[in-house]
């Protein structure tokens, strides 16, 4: 729900079936990547998010925020996100200067934003962004000082993408690995929040494919289910039968699931242990990411993990099924667990545990027995 809000945020443009052309990526061959390039591309999205938390501070007061369910705490937090933001900015901004090259300039920006809780979800989606931006970029870094800054920027990055996550309750590290996103994938997202830069700020080496949308109608996505995608790229008539895979972005490369176009859009279905916030490109081709397969995308798409609870009633269900393969063979079982007096062990505790899982999960009877030190000529139960 929160998620589907914040995605037709970010997604503002609404995509129509056979819109107009869109932009395709150029198929010049890809200039070499620099690290100067990098830092004026880590500096350009660095300007939107601070541009973003500035812009959001201003509009929403602390008021706005307890209202919204936000405590001062939370409210203050966010302002040190802020800050963090500004400080990327006149640090990378810096480093540029420093290597005589200009710094790319702050841009126009329309965020979208409407009350303080798309703010919070698309400043949650911004930071997840920025993770997978500078995980992507880290592999084409070739100083290893520049390799240390942008890491030690990441980091930071990544604890305000888990905060802002746990502040709507959603995972706040939903997986063990975060996607890294390369230029092209991180401009194309990036690209929807900017209406235009300065004509000083010079042209990097990215180029924005067609927009790929999650459908409003998938909105609570979770592993091995069917969601849709729709998309502003133009597909030709004798393209649409396909095939079509949709590639799920991750550290060992993506995962590609069939797709298929119907309806103007791209159907498929979310492969297991994705979760949290993912990116999906459409291809034409299985095992293909190059500009000659891609389609569209990538799209974001927030898929939901089980919490805790749910997993502990799936563990309870296996149990019982497992070791209740029968249901109807007993009628009644009796449990007696026994520790002696001079329990130096402390197995009394653990027999408090153990037999509470007999009770309340398997609905047996339970008693327990001391053992006395001294031994006594019967056993009485
Ligand atoms: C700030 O408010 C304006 C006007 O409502 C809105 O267009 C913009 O997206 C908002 N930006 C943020 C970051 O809250
Ligand atoms: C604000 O909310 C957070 C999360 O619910 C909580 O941990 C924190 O103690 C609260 N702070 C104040 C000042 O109430
Ligand atoms: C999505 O999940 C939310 C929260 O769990 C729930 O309230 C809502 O009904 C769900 N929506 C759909 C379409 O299943
Ligand atoms: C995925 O869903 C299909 C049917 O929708 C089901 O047959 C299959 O067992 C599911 N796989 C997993 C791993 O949950």
Redesign the pocket.
Known sequence: ?KFSTASSIVLATASTCLAHPTRRAEEAAAPKITDVDILQYALTLEHLEDKFYREGLANFTLKHFEEAGFNETFYNNLKEVSYDETTHVSFLTTALKGVNATPVAECTYAFGVTDVKTFIATAAILEGVGVSAYLGAAASIVEKAYLTAAASILTVESRHSSYLRAAQKQSPFPQPFDAPLDLNEVFTLAGQFIVSCPATNGALPVKAFPLLTLDPAF??VTTNSSVAFETKAVIAEADKAGPWYAAWVSVTGPVYTPATYVDCKFHTTVPVGYHGQNYVVISKKEGCMTDDCVTAGPAIVEV?GKNVEEYQEDIRKAISTAFNPHPTAFTKVSVLLMHWENDDLDVALLEQELGKVFEEIYGFDVEYYEIKATPTASIDF
């Open positions: 729900m909105m609570n939901t």
